[in-house]
């Protein structure tokens, strides 16, 4: 799924040169990202400034002249897809890197994929710099500075940090220090500041790796993001777990200067309406239809990315007619609810963090409501979190991406009920909220007429 694959997140162009520097999992990142672009059929160079070990099971180029090296690489591209370029193997078993300005001069003769790890971490979660470190490329298109989320509540010395001494020197601490979410964050200031100066027109994308250990992945984001300063060449900050099947966990958006957890919704309107017999969601409601209604109350609640799901024979789509709402026809909408659920996530931007389900049905929610439940989310970070009336959980609920791949699984007239029955309950933010709406939705024509009582 390409909303939780560093890929789609990263989104590297066809052609582009991404450099990797710090610690916590720099060569799993590199690895999980070059798997992921040669299936979607980029070509992909493997190659560091540095040393690295050579990655498994990928071929191996070894040569330090440019002109041989092109040769090679268009030679090998013609059968392969990926390839690790080094210019020679050490006897500690090492590679030996390539000259950052070869690096540049490749990538841009033959159009591909480079990823680079620009320095060695020893396998620590967290690392200081000596004055020619890192190596990166000066014309690097991405940078991506790593931490890894296992230094959190450790000691900042020799046994989490790579030249323990040289990092505490850079942030302004002591040595041995407890390590904090702010003392992270500081760590990110320094590695922001010294992968710009290398490559000062590059983006950077701040990543805290091993996020699959830590506890609240969310708030150590949001703690983390508040003490930095990214900078204006600073978009999104990521917290992965390379090894997972689904690594990206954690995006916060940098672009307005601070932090933020964007949330989308998705406005389920794909149901047939048998029991109706026809369509509901066009019929009179006020001055306005059912439909309008209801995406009236979610606009107010400050989401500004909605998405109305619906069926292909259907007229929402000239109801509708602001480009506030993106449309998604759901072909296979007489499967049941799961396939509008899975029509809808596949539209969802990659730097969503949470998707708000709502039905379609159900104009009689205020908008005080939506801002409810997304408020609480954005404080607690849980997988969902939904409304509570005299005890009956209710829609709409908010799911984070971490149930995201569970949703895809669904299948048939399934919703997220059957997702939230799986989790534990301290995962399971329950919002009491004081109207019945919450669980009135319309069905019938009784419904309907019920409505309207409702409402007089």
Known sequence: MNQLSLSGFLNPEATSLVSFYGAGGKTSLINRLAEEMTASGQKVLITTTTKIFAPSGIPLILENNEKQITGKLEEHYQQSSIAVLAAEALPSGKLKGINPAIIEKIQRKLNIIVLVEADGAGKLPLKGHDLDEPVIPEKSDLIVPVVGADALGKSLDSHTVHRADKLAAAIGIAEGKLITEDILARIFNYLTATGLRQACRA?????????????????????????????????????????????????????????????????????????????????????NTILEHTIEKINRSGIDDVIVVARPDQLLVELLTST????????????????????????????????????????????????????????????????????????????DRRTWPSLMNLKGDVGGRKIINTLPPDEINCQIVDTESVLQDIDTPDDYRNLFNLTE
């Open 203 to 287: 983006k950077l994308v701040p990543v805290i790796n091993k996020g699959d250990l830590l506890t609240s992945p969310g708030k150590t984001a949001w703690r983390v993001a508040g003490n930095m300063n990214p900078g204006e060449r600073s978009e999104n900050m990521l917290v992965s777990a390379a090894l997972n099947k689904d690594p990206v966990k954690v995006v916060l958006n940098f672009r307005s200067g601070q932090p933020k957890i964007k949330v989308t919704c998705i406005l389920l309107a794909a149901g047939a309406s048998f029991r109706m017999g026809r369509d509901k969601l066009i019929l009179p409601f006020g001055e």
């Open 324 to 399: 506030r709402y993106r449309f998604v026809i759901n072909e296979d909408y007489r499967s049941g609810i799961a396939s509008s659920v899975k029509a809808g996530i596949e539209a969802v931007d990659s730097n969503t963090q949470g998707i708000l389900f709502a039905l379609a049905d159900q104009p009689l929610i205020p908008t005080s409501v939506y801002r409810q439940i997304i408020a609480s989310y954005k404080e607690n970070f849980k997988a969902v979190t939904c409304p509570i009336y005299a005890g009956q959980r209710g829609n709409p609920v908010l799911f």
